[in-house]
């Protein structure tokens, strides 16, 4: 059975900062490059951040380069987010989302909400 699990969200202060956990299985980690992706309230679920499945990292989103960064253990089979300096404008509930570079299938976690806020 696949699972994506996603962990480390909450509620912190703006200029705070944040880990955001993907635990996997059920499927072969190395075959698959892992994305994170956000969505706000009333907004359209957006790439943030790509992990390849050689632990290669880029932020895509401009509005969170150079405080996001992505990262993988392919030990432990998780990936993760580190955010830093976040803002109120981050508030959002964050997905991974795993993608086969041979077949292309994908496979999404629930989610975990990250609020920003004074």
């Known amino acids: 059975q696949v699972q994506l699990v996603e962990s480390g969200g909450g509620l912190v202060q703006p200029g705070g900062s944040l880990r955001l956990s993907c635990a996997t299985s059920?499927?072969?980690?190395?075959?698959?490059?892992i994305n994170w992706y956000r969505q706000a309230p009333g907004a359209e679920r957006e790439l943030v951040a790509s992990?390849?499945?050689?632990?290669?990292?880029?932020t895509v989103l401009d509005s969170v380069k150079g405080r996001f960064t992505g990262s993988r253990d392919n030990a432990k089979r998780t990936v993760y987010l580190q955010m830093n300096s976040l803002r109120p404008e981050d508030t959002a509930v964050y997905y991974c989302?795993?993608?086969?570079?041979?077949?292309?299938?994908?496979?999404w976690g629930q989610g975990t909400q990250v609020t920003v806020s004074s």
């Open positions: 992990v390849t499945r050689f632990g290669g990292s880029r």
């Open positions: 989302n795993a993608r086969s570079y041979i077949t292309g299938q994908t496979y």
């Open positions: 059920g499927f072969t980690f190395d075959n698959y490059n």
